[in-house]
């Protein structure tokens, strides 16, 4: 048993990472790719050229400028729990801080004289001091980081004008983004312009055109913001080496090898960690679940045993017909007659409309209780209860039928075996065989039944959800597809496929608990 | 085989059926008559084999003694049960529950399919106990331990331990061990073997082969001591070695208990064997009723003759062999009957009208008849018939079996 699970547990990481890979790909392979989501709306901002820097800020923070395999790659090694390289910091909110990024270099080298490199050399303080240096040198290095990938941008955008204006066979060397690719003009003098000979760096603006000027000065420029910005990250990054905040996880070896819990992130959407999202979400998708299962489990099993028993009979007929009756009215319509009618103050207004609590939720008693001027007050408990009414109705309701009719015909199989016959035959009363016979053997397919809806619970009924306004993990990930947050997306799905892998994995274990004949050796 | 020498047994019959008839409900179309007037009588330490094709009403007469029947489609016309004095057809479902398994036990054809796959043998044994008798767990699990003692159960685990014993002591004699192991072993031997059986009482069905199924489902008939076994073809799902075991085992219980068998099977060598009575039936019909010597000796109903020809042998294994029907489709065979003169016809459904005797009216046309001494044949009702009723098919004979090595 022990190999088994062992086993099992190991073949379950290449699943879920097939899985995440999969899903990466589709968000890749989505129109506008992975960095969709974050497409800057250029309406708010006058100058274009502007938006165009942010948005390749934005990517260069992300790493969404690297290719799929890499940006990829780079998402395992953040949700590995084993970690190489130097070890992130954890800050006392729990954030992990990792080590600062390392600098591209301005491209085009061959042609713009680069600036040399340089080893910046300074001691950090020591204590509460450092922490403080820390977050300012790191907001300087993030600062200056973010004009240097600017003027990257800007300075590819002229570039991108230069080779427009010289028109066949330049404009073949534009990227698809609008700016130009800097690796295509590495075989050519880059002032070749028909009318004028190579340029000379010392001959000032001779012979040189307008767009050639503007190239020009925006490498001064990058260079200018490359010195700048790299002088910071080194100054991080001594600060960060000097440990303002103990190392997140367990090291195993110092600045190679970690053991962290997984970092899933920040949603691209909503700019917080992703774990932050999904533990709000989740309990609230787990409360609703929770509570509708076993109401569907408790209505649909003893209903089929009924069933199958006076099979035929009016209890199986009329449980039948309602239940399937039930299963055929859409969620989406259900919802809106349930608000539309029970919700609805013009009609009868028992129940709220949406949302999980009440507005005065923060002044309330856990308990329900009657004050001195004999009003009484529902209390938290109660009114999440209230508020849950609708949505666990909508929940419950079209899920009787499939259970209840699955039960039935387990049952029905049983009774027909031969050792109910052995049973009858030993003097069994058929009270007794229904229970300790037929339904211990009918619930067996159950078991699987059930882990099998279990990883549901994690998804989130997302019409439910979206109809009620429930902040739960449907909303999220139908938002996150929404908005193409390729952050939340994976981390749902990683959490959702896990789940349902260890549900999967529980349900097989369940039924060798159950069933004798089953053993994994 | 064995020699005959018949002994008489005291009435009155354990278990006697008269006139017994079943019919199911086929949706639309008429009812389906499984079983149409059958009688017999089961004598206590009686074997009656019921032999006849699938479909001729074998199981359904023991399902319905039983009262295991699903009512609806099943349905008793009419007919009564009569089971020490009283009429089982008549007796309440809590009533039925006490015989059930109490006084009547009975055992099915698939052992593979007819013990709880979920239960362990111990529990399912323990079960039965605890319906019909009134002991504490420690009691029942001794009762229990004693009947699978009782079917062997456990030769195969106490021999291997013997034989452990025995190749120590060889191992002693060649100097191999000392003498101290031998005698740790032969003290803990029991407390072994013990600890073995309470563990074989822990298992779960599906360990074990179909025959040790089937030996665990007759200690389980058998835990209860009933007075009357119905075994619903025991042993037609086994292989032909551990049939002949399992029926042995059934005889020998059977010595020891005193009970009655009725043996439901359409194996001919296995009525030869182990029967005392045999009972052909056709149709839902008894057409033959005879002990099983004569039966062997001198087949009367053309259906029965028909049945033993049907045997393939090993001379004629080339030729093709005789069906049924070549038997009781030919008019000639049913003047074979002692007594045709009379107008006493086998009674056959396919008989061509014009071969018809004239028939008694206003009843139906069959009738049980005792045409020689203590023996009976399905004939068609005929006036002569009417004017000369029989006695009930009653045949309280044993045969001296001879005793083939038990344990």
């Known amino acids: 048993m022990a190999t088994y699970l062992i086993r099992r547990l190991l073949l379950m990481i290449p699943t879920v990472l097939g899985i995440t890979l999969m899903v990466f790909l589709i968000v890749a392979l989505a129109p506008g790719g992975i960095g969709a989501g974050l497409a800057v709306q250029g309406g708010q901002m006058s100058d274009t ?35 190489f390289g130097m070890t992130s910091l954890e800050s006392p909110s729990g954030e992990r801080i990792p080590v600062p990024r390392e600098l591209p270099e301005p491209p085009m080298q061959w042609a713009f004289a680069a600036p040399a490199a340089f080893e910046v050399t300074f001691t950090p303080q020591s204590g509460d001091a450092l922490v403080e240096e820390f977050r300012a040198l790191q907001r300087d290095a993030e600062g200056r980081r973010r004009t240097y990938v600017g003027s990257v941008r800007a300075f590819k955008d002229a570039l991108a004008d230069h080779v427009r204006s010289l028109g066949e066979p330049w404009t ?51 260079h200018l913001a490359w010195s700048l910005a790299e002088e910071a990250r080194q100054r991080a990054t001594i600060a960060f080496k000097a440990r303002p905040f103990p190392a997140a996880g367990i090291e195993v070896i110092r600045d190679v090898v970690s053991i962290d819990s997984p970092d899933f992130g920040v949603a691209f ?82 129940f709220p409309v949406s949302g999980l609590h009440d507005s005065a ?10 004050d001195e001027s004999g009003a009484w007050h529902r209390g938290w408990l109660l009114d999440t209860l209230w508020h849950l009414a609708l949505p666990v109705l909508c929940l419950v309701y079209g899920g009787f039928a499939v259970l209840s009719k699955q039960t039935r015909a387990s049952m029905l199989d049983n009774f027909s075996a031969d050792y109910v016959r052995t049973a009858r035959a030993k003097g069994v009363s058929r009270k007794d065989i229904v229970i300790s016979h037929v339904l ?48 939340l997306i994976l981390a749902n799905t990683f959490m959702i496929s896990s789940v349902s892998l260890l549900a999967l994995l529980m349900a097989d274990i369940l039924y060798a608990l159950c069933d004798p004949r089953v053993a994994y050796e | 085989m064995s020699a005959s020498s018949d002994t008489p047994l005291p009435s009155p ?60 489609p099943g349905r008793v016309d009419r007919g009564t049960i009569l089971f020490g004095g009283r009429d089982l057809l008549s007796l309440s479902e809590r009533e039925m529950l006490k015989i059930r398994g109490g006084e009547i036990a009975m055992i099915f054809q698939e052992p593979m399919t007819s013990l709880n796959p979920v239960y362990s043998i111990g529990d399912q044994i323990l079960e039965a106990i605890f319906l019909h ?87 389980m008939a058998l835990a209860c001591q009933p007075t009357l076994l119905l075994a619903d073809e025991p042993t037609t799902a086994l292989d032909v070695t551990i049939q002949a075991q399992i029926l042995e085992l059934l005889s020998d219980l059977q010595r020891r208990r005193g009970m009655g068998i009725m043996l439901i099977t359409h194996n001919l060598g296995v009525v030869a064997e182990n029967a005392d009575v045999a009972c052909v039936m056709y149709a839902g019909r008894v057409v033959e009723y005879a002990t099983v010597e004569q039966l062997f000796d001198r087949p009367m109903h053309p259906y029965t003759r028909g049945l033993f020809r049907s045997i393939p042998g090993v001379r004629d294994s080339r030729t093709r062999l005789t069906t049924v029907e070549d038997v009781v489709d030919n008019p000639a065979e049913f003047r074979l ?23 008694a009216a206003g009843r139906e046309p069959y009738a049980l008849y005792e045409i020689e001494p203590n023996r009976w044949v399905g004939v068609w009702r005929t006036p002569f018939i009417e004017a000369h009723p029989s006695r009930r098919a009653d045949l309280s004979t044993l045969r001296s079996k001879s005793v083939v090595g038990s344990a």
């Open chain 1, 49 to 83: 050229s502007k938006v165009a820097q942010m948005q390749a800020y934005l990517e260069d923070r992300y790493g969404l400028n690297d290719p799929v395999v890499v940006q990829y790659g780079r998402w395992i090694a953040r949700v590995c729990p084993v970690r």
């Open chain 1, 361 to 370: 939720e923060a002044t309330m008693t856990f308990l329900p209780y009657t």
């Open chain 1, 440 to 487: 211990r053997n009918s619930l067996l397919p159950l078991i699987t039944m059930f882990v099998g809806i279990f990883p549901a619970m994690l998804g989130g009924s997302v019409v439910v959800e979206r109809i009620f306004t429930i902040p739960g993990m449907g909303s999220l990930v139908i938002e996150a597809i929404n908005l193409r947050d390729r952050e």
């Open chain 2, 133 to 219: 008798q009134k002991v504490s767990p420690d009691e029942a699990v001794e009762t229990a331990l004693k009947a699978l003692d009782e079917v062997g159960i456990y030769q195969p685990i106490e021999s291997r331990l013997k034989r452990e014993l025995v190749a120590l002591r060889t191992d002693v004699d060649a100097g191999k061990a000392s003498i101290d192991a031998v005698r740790d072993l032969e003290r803990t031997l029991p407390e072994r073997i013990r600890g073995l059986k309470m563990q074989l009482l822990s298992d779960y069905p599906h360990r074990y082969s179909g025959g040790m199924r089937q030996r665990v489902m007759i200690a």
């Open chain 1, 269 to 350: 959407s909503r700019n917080r960690p992703v774990w932050d999202l999904i533990k709000t979400a989740l309990p609230v998708t787990m409360l609703i679940n929770l509570i509708a299962f076993p109401i569907i489990y408790l209505v649909a099993v003893p209903t089929g045993v009924l069933a199958s028993v006076r099979r035929g009979g009016a209890a199986d007929v009329a449980s039948g017909f309602f239940f399937l009756l039930l299963y055929s009215v859409p969620v989406v319509l259900a919802g809106v007659f349930a608000i539309g009618f029970l919700a609805n103050n013009q009609y009868l207004g028992w």
């Open chain 2, 13 to 72: 019959p354990l278990l006697s059926v008269a006139d017994l008839a079943v019919s199911f409900d086929n949706g639309a179309g008429p009812r389906i008559q499984a079983v149409a007037g059958v009688s017999l009588t089961i004598h206590p330490q009686q074997t009656l084999a019921v032999v006849g094709e699938s479909g001729c009403g074998k199981s359904v007469t023991a399902m319905t003694t039983m009262q295991l029947i699903p009512c609806p």
């Open chain 1, 172 to 222: 073949s060397r534009l990227d698809p983004k609008g700016g130009a690719d800097p690796q295509k003009f590495r075989d050519l003098p880059l002032d070749s312009s028909p009318t004028t000979s190579p340029a000379q760096t010392d001959a000032a603006t001779q012979g040189m055109t307008a767009t050639w000027a503007k190239v020009n000065a925006a490498a001064e420029q990058m």
């Open chain 2, 337 to 359: 009957l002692p007594r045709c003169q009379d107008g006493i016809v086998p009674w056959w459904p396919f008989l061509p009208q014009e071969h018809r005797p004239q028939l």
